[in-house]
């Protein structure tokens, strides 16, 4: 009999997001997977993931939960302590850059949901070692990522033309990106920006407001959320990626640009030097240093640092199935 698991996540996204990659690897493996849970509303989605927990009960034999800082964190909770008193095996995936302030703030919770885990997985060494440091145990497992679905486009006569793939959030500080492309015109007049992601909070509206200010309204596009297949056929328009989060982990928009050829511009943050080495498969600047991270756009369009993309193509390939196929395995026997 096939053994069943039970994922609890946002299920509400046309996107081919870590959940839905995970789960279908599982079924091919003869696992019985189900996946809650597709509402919209927070408190209906709760619910939803309440009642599946109590629904299954005793048929199942592992729990996994997508785990953030933000809500979700408190749904992991609830989730967990159902699964506590059923006595059913969880696997909290950790995914939010900020857990590591949410160990600090939330001590006692984060004890009740990560000490008595089956165990706890991080697709970054960031953040095992931050749990580690309270006292958590944590393997090490990447994002999956289905590498034969990104053709690698190499990119010979590189031009300022400047990617982000983010939601508006000021966590993603976006109006960083805003004063990048004002740096890099200086040294590039042709220089472009194009801004796919989801609005979340009102860093929109600042961004657009300062883009009128620069009057660089028409130096910029903002397409609004697209599904992973329509952004990664928008990507061969452009010829870097840039990345300006104040917070981080391991972001998989990051290891898409990274299989697609795009160079990599980031912040240093959280989990991003884990994932990027500097100068070998992408470029880092602290965190809100718009001419550190303009200067870097600008030595790659100078024809500097050629093998960037060429190496972070050589390491996203080991974030496929095959590779962490193992792991997992492992911990589902």
Known sequence: MSKKVLYIGNNNTKNETTLKILSDCLRIEGFDIIITSNKQNKFLRLLDMCLNLLKLGFKLDYVIIDT????????????SQICRILKIKYIPILHGGDLPNRLKKNEFISSL????SHINVSPSLYLKKEFERCNFKVDVIPNIIKIDKYPFLKRNNIKPKLLFVRAFHEIYNPEMALNVLKEVLKSFSEA??????????????????????????????????LAKEEWHKKSK???????????????????????LGLPIVST??????????DD???LLVDKKDVKAMAKAVNLIVEGKHQDLAINARKKVESFSWNSVRKKWLEILK
């Open 237 to 259: 328009e452009f010829d870097i990626f840039i990345n300006t989060s104040n917070f981080d982990n391991m972001p998989v928009s990051i290891i898409e640009a990274m299989a």
């Open 113 to 116: 949901i990560f000490n008595n």
């Open 68 to 79: 953030y800082s933000t809500t979700n964190f408190y749904y992991a909770l609830i989730c």
């Open 280 to 282: 070998i498969d992408g």
């Open 268 to 277: 240093n943050v959280g989990g991003i030097p884990y994932l990027i080495e």
């Open 192 to 225: 472009t920006l194009c801004m796919i992601g989801p609005i979340k909070d009102n860093s929109h509206q600042n961004f657009l407001k300062l883009a009128s200010q620069y009057n660089l309204i028409d130096k910029i596009e903002i397409t609004g959320f």
